[in-house]
């Protein structure tokens, strides 16, 4: 079974700081996604990698994909209250037609 | 264009009741899934279809839940009879057949099970 493991699980942080979310895995994935979940709503696509190195940015968040395309990385910096909510990270395997889903981090953003 | 929509939004019933949530998915994608989601369990697939057909329903957690998609803009999770424990948020996503698998979510529909 392919696994992606987030971490941390759960962060609570001041309005300007910067943080790092981790999600790895054993397995290649042929693309990694990352979603931002608001409460009450269904996970919004933010980006997708497929080259491992690969680096996006979307303007604060900088998501990384790992060379071995094993694992990847969202960094946010100077983070804001709207950045509240839950991040999942998600990957591609094979051609099975799905998504293999991290547990998921919950990012609180205190003003 | 319109998003994925999920019907109702809420549903509350007791248990031994059936229940049944609707989705239409984006115009023009080919594959539909369903997914549950617990804070316990988090985001678990239940099953997905391509083209209307099913194609992996081994998320299923037993044979009280069915799935079906009559057509390219309609699919159907129903729960027969429902308990308790199956009281979570149902979310249904679609996506194209391209090769990089981005899925769009509906809103979701939360299912409370007395």
């Known amino acids: 079974t392919q696994l992606l493991e987030q971490s941390p699980q759960f962060l609570s942080i001041q309005e300007g700081e910067n943080l790092t979310v981790y999600c790895n895995s054993s397995?290649?994935?042929?693309?990694l996604q990352w979603y931002r979940q608001e409460p009450g709503e269904g996970p919004v696509l933010l980006v997708t990698v497929v080259t491992g190195g690969e680096v996006k940015k979307l303007k604060r968040l900088t998501f990384q994909f790992g060379d071995a395309r094993k694992d990847s990385s969202l960094h946010i910096t100077a983070a804001q209250p709207g950045d509240t909510g839950l991040y999942l990270c998600a990957g591609s395997h094979g051609n099975t037609g799905k998504l293999i889903f991290g547990q998921g981090t919950t990012l609180q953003v205190k003003p | 264009d319109a998003g994925v929509i999920q019907s109702p939004r809420h549903e509350v019933t007791e248990m031994g009741q059936e229940v049944t949530l609707r989705c239409k998915p984006i115009s023009g994608h080919d594959y539909l899934f369903w997914y549950r989601q617990t804070m316990m369990r988090g985001l678990e697939l239940l099953i997905y279809?391509?083209?209307?057909?099913?194609?992996?329903d081994s998320g299923m957690p037993e044979d009280r839940f069915s799935a079906k998609m009559p057509n390219a803009s309609f699919s159907t999770l129903k729960i027969q009879p429902s308990e308790p424990r199956d009281s979570a948020v149902y979310f249904c996503?679609?996506?194209?057949?391209?090769?990089?698998?981005?899925?769009?979510f509906g809103p979701g529909t939360r299912l409370t099970v007395t």
């Open positions: 397995s290649v994935f042929s693309s």
């Open positions: 279809f391509n083209n209307n057909v099913p194609i992996d």
């Open positions: 996503a679609s996506r194209t057949a391209g090769p990089l698998y981005e899925q769009y």
